[in-house]
């Protein structure tokens, strides 16, 4: 085979819908699944599709999204002949002016995509969730000698206006995109998985950049189907865009029951860095006497003494006697003390869910007063490190923000919809 | 006289991980002791590594001798316990011909004598010895604070045992200055109560010279055989006594009692605290998967390793990765080695099923200990299994409805055309 394209992961986007979990690190780096981190399912599609070089770009440079991907080595990418590395913003800019959109993320970084021997770009997105083999995208883009190829998808009517549609002729080939119409004119949706002839693409994308249209789906495919071979790769699988709390719920959900939703991690070869967060060390999961563990998902390193029910758990979660976890993700080394009962919660690592507390979702929740637009599907979220003291009382769509203490909590009750902060 | 104080910087490690141990019958077929799979995700020889590198010996020499494929596959460069880099690093050493005709190794002075190009190489003043054969978590530092302090020649490691069962180990007699007077291999009359762990701290220069008589005028090769007692005799063996947990290993029913033990409240075994380190990979594509469990799982008193996959009931039992418990199958006091499929309605008791094994749908595999107490030993091997244990070895393939009694055992490889009806009886034995 020729040699594949440089794979460029544009992983900046602010992930600001998922709230606290996006406050403290790179949206690609929210944990997912236990023991992944979003970035996982790109970065182990692109090292089994035989990718060569990877380069990932984000505005934010945590050291946790650094330390996860280090140089590649979890995904059998760091070598003589291979590599992956977090691509810095440019010197001088400010974070609010490096990422003008996500051509320009490009064109910016064509150093190190000039640097190789490339014919093609293979653009991904680092927040999406699915499985893929590129090379099929890839034989094909070749077959059809384009200049520019995107993966799409059958998407429901109603939720067409939230994607770029194309409208293909008989042969696959783009005669009109339109990106996140309120009149979508078919069902076709762009995944956010494009092959590009570097040439042609990196010249089209400095032409537009200097008369300020910065976007992909926007500026630059529009401009391409005009004058130049741009395709539909068709695609069928799962695909999700966990952009919200509400979507990021309902993905983790969809891996209790893998046969059912299609998202089936054991199928699908992925790997992580099991260095991050020390998962490598820690033993095996221990089920106590009074264990009660249903149609859930548990990571290594857990302690289960209480109930667990259609739950996802990250490794080093302990569940005490008594305690109930039930439609909840709880990330790392989270203490569900005696006797507390946690309903529809996700919550970021190292928090405390203090003895006899309850945190419930209700009918008649009301939204978040200070996030409607993040929480009003009933889950409670916690913040990394914070404490729910004991006997507490949690309603659906309260927020408690990261490092919150016992002190903090004026009184034991959050009525839905509050927010708690540290004073 | 005063001896530089030597530390674990100063010290060459040697793990003797040769031996097949035929008393652990056909788990051992095709692996050494070291080999065999602990505690769900590791292998018995995790306890040497883990322990010499926490203490700081960062070479290390492995004695490798039986099928030593897996136990390389495992250990690798040593980097998962943090033995590959500038100044550390992993050697294997299996038999090799050396200068006139080398053979198998005839014990383990033999085989450390074989290696003594190996040890001067490495020009370490003190040389760790080691069984990966043993089960234990232990800091080996204060075994260095005793032999600096006593200015012992070889510094051992004893921890007590019941006295009942002191006949089984070699047993040492120690003085009021920590140094061991008496010392016998299995005495018939248990002259103490302390066991020797196979750990010992020498003098490099000393095991050397040790070795190179033994080499001329030895008969069984083995250091506890021809070498210790000389040295006790002349009051030169310190011995520290290390309290904590340390299992043996050297049958079936120990082996089984060893996982068992990592189970429990305060288990005796206390995986989550010994923090050992393993080699979580084994060349596969993509990690292990977290725990996926069903509408009809009911998990107690059990460990389950990463990639099971569970929707039948596992009580007081320990399972590897990648085990699949089908709807309705029951697991009771149970052993799952990696891989195997236990298929609906399937019922295990008692246990120890290898990798890679399937047992088909409504199988009943082994007995409980009450039905089990009378039952009959294996007839083939009687004194290897008696104590109602069921044996599955790898790769097997056990036909749907299949009851299979205790103290069977199914030797790895067999299919079902291997069986010869719907029943294995106690103490059978299925050969492929």
Same mark, same amino acid.
């Given at each position: 085979?020729?040699?594949?394209?440089?794979? %460029?992961?544009?992983?900046?986007?602010?992930?600001?819908?998922?709230?606290?979990?996006?406050?403290?690190?790179?949206?690609?780096?929210?944990?997912?699944?236990?023991?992944?981190?979003?970035?996982?399912?790109?970065?182990?599609?692109?090292?089994?599709?035989?990718?060569?070089?990877?380069?990932?770009?984000?505005?934010?440079?945590?050291?946790?999204?650094?330390?996860?991907?280090?140089?590649?080595?979890?995904?059998?990418?760091?070598?003589?002949?291979?590599?992956?590395?977090?691509?810095?913003?440019?010197?001088?800019?400010?974070?609010?002016?490096?990422?003008?959109?996500?051509?320009?993320?490009?064109?910016?970084?064509?150093?190190?995509?000039?640097?190789?021997?490339?014919?093609? &770009?293979?653009?991904?997105?680092?927040?999406?969730?699915?499985?893929?083999?590129?090379?099929?995208?890839?034989?094909?883009?070749?077959?059809?000698?384009?200049?520019?190829?995107?993966?799409?998808?059958?998407?429901?009517?109603?939720?067409?206006?939230?994607?770029?549609?194309?409208?293909?002729?008989?042969?696959?080939?783009?005669?009109?995109?339109?990106?996140?119409?309120?009149?979508?004119?078919?069902?076709?949706?762009?995944?956010?998985?494009?092959?590009?002839?570097?040439?042609?693409?990196?010249?089209?994308?400095?032409?537009?950049?200097?008369?300020?249209?910065?976007?992909?789906?926007?500026?630059?495919?529009?401009?391409?189907?005009?004058?130049?071979?741009?395709?539909?790769?068709?695609?069928?699988?799962?695909?999700?865009?966990?952009?919200?709390?509400?979507?990021?719920?309902?993905?983790?959900?969809?891996?209790?029951?893998?046969?059912?939703?299609?998202?089936?991690?054991?199928?699908?070869?992925?790997?992580?860095?099991?260095?991050?967060?020390?998962?490598?060390?820690?033993?095996?999961?221990?089920?106590?006497?009074?264990?009660?563990?249903?149609?859930?998902?548990?990571?290594?390193?857990?302690?289960?003494?209480?109930?667990?029910?259609?739950?996802?758990?990250?490794?080093?979660?302990?569940?005490?006697?008594?305690?109930?976890?039930?439609?909840?993700?709880?990330?790392?080394?989270?203490?569900?003390?005696?006797?507390?009962?946690?309903?529809?919660?996700?919550?970021?690592?190292?928090?405390?869910?203090?003895?006899?507390?309850?945190?419930?979702?209700?009918?008649?929740?009301?939204?978040?007063?200070?996030?409607?637009?993040?929480?009003?599907?009933?889950?409670?979220?916690?913040?990394?490190?914070?404490?729910?003291?004991?006997?507490?009382?949690?309603?659906?769509?309260?927020?408690?923000?990261?490092?919150?203490?016992?002190?903090?909590?004026?009184?034991?009750?959050?009525?839905?919809?509050?927010?708690?902060?540290?004073? | 006289?005063?001896?530089?104080?030597?530390?674990?910087?100063?010290?060459?490690?040697?793990?003797?991980?040769?031996?097949?141990?035929?008393?652990?019958?056909?788990?051992?077929?095709?692996?050494?002791?070291?080999?065999?799979?602990?505690?769900?995700?590791?292998?018995? &020889?995790?306890?040497?590594?883990?322990?010499?590198?926490?203490?700081?010996?960062?070479?290390?020499? &492995?004695?490798?001798?039986?099928?030593?494929?897996?136990? %390389?596959?495992?250990?690798?460069?040593?980097?998962?316990?943090?033995?590959?880099?500038?100044?550390?690093?992993?050697?294997?050493?299996?038999?090799?011909?050396?200068?006139?005709?080398?053979?198998?190794?005839?014990?383990?002075?033999?085989?450390?004598?074989?290696?003594?190009?190996?040890?001067?190489?490495?020009?370490?003043?003190?040389?760790?010895?080691?069984?990966?054969?043993?089960?234990?978590?232990?800091?080996?530092?204060?075994?260095?604070?005793?032999?600096?302090?006593?200015?012992?020649?070889?510094?051992?490691?004893?921890?007590?045992?019941?006295?009942?069962?002191?006949?089984?180990?070699?047993?040492?007699?120690?003085?009021?200055?920590?140094?061991?007077?008496?010392?016998?291999?299995?005495?018939?009359?248990?002259?103490?109560?302390?066991?020797?762990?196979?750990?010992?701290?020498?003098?490099?220069?000393?095991?050397?010279?040790?070795?190179?008589?033994?080499?001329?005028?030895?008969?069984?090769?083995?250091?506890?055989?021809?070498?210790?007692?000389?040295?006790?005799?002349?009051?030169?063996?310190?011995?520290?006594?290390?309290?904590?947990?340390?299992?043996?290993?050297?049958?079936?029913?120990?082996?089984?009692?060893?996982?068992?033990?990592?189970?429990?409240?305060?288990?005796?075994?206390?995986?989550?605290?010994?923090?050992?380190?393993?080699?979580?990979?084994?060349?596969?594509?993509?990690?292990?998967?977290?725990?996926?469990?069903?509408?009809?799982?009911?998990?107690?008193?059990?460990?389950?390793?990463?990639?099971?996959?569970?929707?039948?009931?596992?009580?007081?039992?320990?399972?590897?990765? %990648?085990?699949?418990?089908?709807?309705?199958?029951?697991?009771?006091?149970?052993?799952?080695?990696?891989?195997?499929?236990?298929?609906?309605?399937?019922?295990?008791?008692?246990?120890?099923?290898?990798?890679?094994?399937?047992?088909?749908?409504?199988?009943?595999?082994?007995?409980?200990?009450?039905?089990?107490?009378?039952?009959?030993?294996?007839?083939?091997?009687?004194?290897?299994?008696?104590?109602?244990?069921?044996?599955?070895?790898?790769?097997?393939?056990?036909?749907?409805?299949?009851?299979?009694?205790?103290?069977?055992?199914?030797?790895?490889?067999?299919?079902?055309?291997?069986?010869?009806?719907?029943?294995?009886?106690?103490?059978?034995?299925?050969?492929?």
């Amino acid at each position: 085979m020729k040699i594949p394209p440089v794979c %460029m992961i544009l992983a900046g986007g602010q992930g600001s819908r998922l709230n606290a979990l996006a406050w403290h690190r790179a949206k690609p780096a929210v944990p997912f699944a236990g023991i992944h981190r979003l970035i996982d399912f790109t970065l182990s599609n692109s090292a089994n599709s035989g990718i060569l070089r990877i380069g990932v770009l984000t505005q934010y440079l945590p050291l946790s999204l650094m330390d996860h991907i280090g140089a590649g080595e979890s995904w059998d990418m760091s070598a003589r002949t291979r590599e992956c590395r977090i691509l810095p913003p440019n010197e001088g800019a400010s974070a609010k002016d490096w990422y003008l959109g996500t051509a320009h993320a490009i064109a910016t970084n064509s150093d190190f995509i000039q640097r190789g021997p490339e014919n093609e &770009i293979l653009i991904l997105s680092g927040d999406h969730i699915y499985h893929m083999d590129y090379r099929e995208m890839i034989q094909f883009h070749r077959e059809k000698k384009a200049h520019f190829t995107i993966a799409t998808m059958p998407v429901p009517k109603e939720d067409a206006h939230r994607f770029g549609i194309a409208v293909v002729d008989d042969n696959n080939r783009v005669i009109q995109f339109q990106e996140k119409p309120e009149v979508p004119l078919g069902t076709l949706g762009s995944m956010g998985v494009y092959i590009a002839d570097r040439d042609v693409t990196l010249s089209r994308i400095n032409e537009l950049v200097s008369q300020g249209k910065t976007d992909i789906g926007g500026d630059l495919v529009p401009s391409l189907i005009q004058d130049s071979r741009v395709f539909a790769f068709p695609f069928k699988g799962y695909w999700r865009d966990v952009g919200t709390l509400g979507s990021f719920w309902d993905c983790s959900m969809d891996l209790i029951k893998p046969e059912l939703s299609g998202l089936d991690l054991q199928r699908w070869s992925m790997r992580t860095n099991l260095n991050s967060s020390e998962i490598y060390d820690r033993s095996p999961t221990s089920f106590g006497h009074n264990a009660q563990i249903t149609e859930s998902y548990i990571s290594q390193g857990c302690r289960i003494e209480g109930r667990v029910h259609r739950s996802v758990l990250s490794p080093g979660v302990v569940v005490e006697k008594n305690a109930e976890v039930v439609d909840s993700v709880l990330f790392h080394d989270i203490r569900v003390c005696q006797g507390s009962k946690v309903f529809k919660t996700i919550s970021d690592k190292f928090t405390v869910i203090g003895p006899g507390a309850v945190l419930k979702p209700s009918e008649n929740d009301s939204v978040n007063t200070a996030f409607p637009d993040h929480l009003n599907s009933g889950i409670i979220l916690l913040g990394n490190r914070s404490l729910v003291p004991e006997n507490a009382r949690v309603s659906g769509n309260c927020l408690v923000f990261p490092e919150v203490t016992e002190s903090d909590w004026t009184s034991r009750i959050l009525e839905s919809g509050e927010t708690l902060k540290n004073h | 006289m005063s001896k530089t104080i030597l530390r674990a910087r100063d010290t060459l490690g040697m793990i003797l991980a040769g031996g097949r141990v035929n008393e652990l019958a056909a788990l051992t077929l095709h692996r050494p002791k070291s080999a065999v799979p602990f505690g769900g995700i590791y292998r018995v &020889i995790d306890c040497a590594l883990t322990n010499l590198s926490s203490t700081g010996v960062n070479r290390i020499g &492995i004695l490798s001798q039986y099928r030593p494929y897996s136990l %390389m596959d495992h250990v690798r460069d040593g980097r998962y316990w943090d033995l590959h880099g500038f100044r550390r690093g992993i050697s294997f050493l299996p038999p090799h011909t050396g200068e006139s005709n080398s053979d198998w190794y005839k014990g383990t002075a033999d085989a450390l004598y074989q290696n003594i190009a190996f040890i001067n190489h490495n020009k370490k003043a003190l040389t760790l010895i080691v069984s990966g054969d043993h089960i234990y978590r232990m800091d080996y530092n204060p075994l260095f604070e005793l032999h600096n302090r006593t200015g012992a020649e070889m510094t051992m490691a004893v921890t007590p045992v019941p006295i009942d069962s002191a006949s089984h180990y070699g047993l040492a007699e120690i003085d009021a200055d920590g140094f061991v007077t008496h010392y016998r291999e299995k005495p018939a009359y248990p002259i103490s109560s302390l066991a020797s762990m196979t750990v010992y701290l020498f003098d490099t220069r000393v095991l050397i010279d040790e070795l190179k008589k033994n080499a001329k005028s030895g008969k069984t090769f083995q250091i506890y055989d021809e070498i210790l007692p000389g040295m006790v005799e002349r009051k030169s063996v310190a011995a520290y006594c290390h309290n904590g947990y340390w299992a043996y290993s050297r049958s079936l029913d120990e082996y089984y009692q060893s996982n068992m033990d990592c189970l429990g409240k305060q288990p005796a075994a206390d995986l989550t605290n010994w923090n050992l380190h393993t080699n979580h990979d084994s060349g596969r594509i993509g990690d292990h998967p977290p725990i996926l469990t069903g509408t009809k799982t009911d998990i107690r008193n059990s460990i389950i390793s990463q990639g099971c996959s569970i929707n039948g009931l596992v009580h007081n039992s320990v399972l590897s990765p %990648m085990v699949r418990i089908e709807s309705g199958a029951e697991i009771h006091d149970s052993l799952i080695l990696e891989g195997s499929v236990i298929k609906e309605e399937s019922i295990i008791r008692r246990s120890i099923i290898d990798k890679n094994v399937v047992i088909g749908r409504n199988a009943r595999v082994g007995k409980s200990s009450e039905t089990g107490k009378e039952a009959e030993p294996n007839r083939n091997e009687p004194n290897l299994l008696h104590c109602g244990l069921t044996i599955i070895g790898k790769n097997t393939f056990v036909p749907e409805n299949m009851k299979i009694g205790t103290n069977v055992i199914i030797f790895p490889d067999v299919q079902t055309r291997h069986f010869t009806g719907l029943c294995v009886s106690d103490g059978t034995t299925v050969f492929p």
